[in-house]
């Protein structure tokens, strides 16, 4: 009944009625902007993009998965030479340009994407009734020029559309866009639950069309049926959301994001690309407690062999050590009991307190160990 009421609501021409969604694509990735528009006069002009969230979608498994970039991540602009921050993709050439910037920085083949504004946003969340939200703390600011008035309190708390903008536009927290980044998840997550509530299953249709004059975007009406159908099988809860990690930078004077590239690519791998996690070794350092030279070089090759990372060997304090021992600094997980096991299940020890090393795990050869 839904699928048909929203047909009726959403002109389509016959070749898109019986083309497929999603141009036939099994798994599809969508960029979706929030445009902070209230420093511009002009709708000709574009703002930066506030928002910057690229999500996965698995259609046959019904998987949603999103990485939120930070809008100051330092990036290169397709067209430039130097590098810029991502949210001016959005100033300077709109959500299509946008688009083709986060999939250079992210390396995946993004095929959509989907804007909206400060206005489009409280709109959804008026029309949906509002979104419960616990407020971490009393949020209070006014910039008279920016339009922006926000006076919140800590706790849980029903907010309307206004208030829900205050919200995800509050940003004076000492990790600064960060936070920000993870109220706008808990955000979107209030807004699905909303979206999706017994007493608006009725009113979805004209919600979505509500959301479409309202948003700009490349999908087709029958692209975003397909992806309301979809969203109502996927509990918010379910939908896995991070922030590409890194560190802020002060690079030629400009504070900018820095992504971490070996992080970033596991990350997409992971949840955009819905690849299963790497079997991820423990770093190791390997100390000789035994006297016998040579003995942490014998180990750490053992090591090295089975895969672990050995950053560094030496020796021991005590070199006289009848009991080996595998020294965690990442609790006893199963990777390193699966050490421990290769090494003839020597004693593992957790450590609590600071060390002068970095690594996870540091072994230190005794006696009884097979070498």
Same mark, same amino acid.
């Given at each position: 009944?839904?699928?048909?009421?929203?047909?009726? %609501?959403?002109?389509?021409?016959?070749?898109?009625?019986?083309?497929?969604?999603?141009?036939?694509?099994?798994?599809? #990735?969508?960029?979706?902007?929030?445009?902070?528009?209230?420093?511009?006069?002009?709708?000709?002009? *574009?703002?930066?993009?506030?928002?910057?969230?690229?999500?996965?979608?698995?259609?046959?498994?019904?998987?949603? !998965?999103?990485?939120?970039?930070?809008?100051?991540? &330092?990036?290169?602009?397709?067209? @430039?030479?130097?590098?810029?921050?991502?949210?001016?993709?959005?100033?300077?050439?709109?959500?299509?340009?946008? &688009?083709?910037?986060?999939?250079?920085?992210?390396?995946?083949?993004?095929?959509?994407?989907?804007?909206?504004?400060?206005?489009?946003?409280?709109?959804?969340?008026?029309?949906?009734?509002?979104?419960?939200?616990?407020?971490?703390?009393?949020? *209070?600011?006014?910039?008279?020029?920016?339009?922006?008035?926000?006076?919140?309190?800590?706790?849980? @708390?029903?907010?309307?559309?206004?208030?829900?903008?205050?919200?995800? @536009?509050?940003?004076?927290?000492?990790?600064?866009?960060?936070?920000?980044?993870?109220? %706008?998840?808990?955000?979107?997550?209030?807004?699905?639950?909303?979206?999706?509530?017994?007493?608006?299953?009725?009113?979805?249709?004209?919600?979505?069309?509500?959301?479409?004059? !309202?948003?700009?975007?490349?999908?087709?009406?029958?692209?975003?049926?397909?992806?309301?159908?979809?969203?109502?099988?996927?509990?918010?809860?379910?939908?896995?959301?991070?922030?590409?990690?890194?560190?802020?930078?002060?690079?030629?004077?400009?504070?900018?994001?820095?992504?971490?590239?070996?992080?970033?690519?596991?990350?997409?791998?992971?949840?955009?690309?819905?690849?299963?996690?790497?079997?991820?070794?423990?770093?190791?350092?390997?100390?000789?407690?035994?006297?016998?030279?040579?003995?942490?070089?014998?180990?750490?090759?053992?090591?090295?062999?089975?895969? #672990?990372?050995?950053?560094?060997?030496?020796?021991?304090?005590?070199? !006289?050590?009848?009991?080996?021992?595998?020294?965690?600094?990442?609790?006893?997980?199963?990777?390193? &009991?699966?050490?421990?096991?290769?090494?003839?299940?020597? @004693?593992?020890?957790?450590?609590?307190?600071?060390?002068?090393?970095?690594?996870?795990?540091?072994?230190?050869?005794?006696?009884?160990?097979?070498?």
């Amino acid at each position: 009944m839904l699928a048909g009421r929203l047909s009726k %609501q959403m002109s389509m021409s016959p070749a898109q009625f019986l083309a497929p969604p999603f141009e036939g694509r099994k798994q599809i #990735y969508i960029l979706a902007l929030g445009e902070d528009n209230t420093g511009t006069k002009s709708k000709d002009i *574009h703002g930066r993009s506030d928002t910057v969230l690229v999500a996965a979608v698995d259609l046959d498994k019904k998987q949603i !998965n999103a990485i939120s970039i930070p809008r100051d991540t &330092r990036c290169i602009i397709p067209g @430039r030479d130097s590098y810029d921050k991502i949210n001016a993709a959005y100033a300077i050439g709109g959500p299509e340009l946008s &688009r083709q910037t986060a999939e250079g920085l992210l390396g995946i083949p993004i095929q959509y994407y989907i804007k909206t504004n400060i206005g489009g946003l409280k709109s959804t969340v008026d029309s949906v009734g509002g979104v419960e939200i616990d407020i971490e703390k009393n949020m *209070h600011y006014r910039d008279r020029r920016g339009g922006l008035n926000i006076n919140l309190r800590k706790g849980y @708390r029903h907010l309307n559309g206004d208030q829900a903008l205050q919200y995800v @536009r509050f940003r004076h927290d000492v990790m600064g866009d960060i936070t920000r980044i993870q109220r %706008q998840q808990k955000f979107l997550r209030a807004i699905a639950r909303r979206m999706f509530a017994k007493e608006n299953l009725t009113k979805l249709p004209s919600i979505i069309e509500g959301i479409k004059a !309202n948003v700009e975007t490349n999908m087709s009406d029958k692209d975003l049926l397909y992806l309301a159908k979809l969203a109502r099988h996927v509990q918010p809860d379910e939908i896995q959301m991070e922030t590409l990690p890194g560190a802020p930078e002060n690079i030629d004077g400009i504070s900018y994001w820095v992504h971490d590239t070996a992080k970033a690519q596991l990350m997409v791998d992971t949840l955009l690309r819905f690849l299963p996690p790497p079997d991820l070794k423990p770093s190791v350092e390997v100390l000789n407690g035994t006297g016998i030279q040579g003995a942490a070089a014998k180990i750490a090759e053992r090591l090295t062999q089975s895969g #672990y990372q050995v950053m560094s060997t030496g020796n021991a304090k005590d070199s !006289n050590l009848d009991t080996s021992e595998v020294r965690t600094r990442i609790g006893i997980t199963d990777e390193v &009991r699966q050490l421990s096991t290769l090494l003839y299940s020597i @004693r593992i020890v957790e450590i609590h307190r600071q060390s002068d090393t970095d690594t996870d795990v540091t072994v230190i050869v005794g006696k009884d160990i097979g070498l």
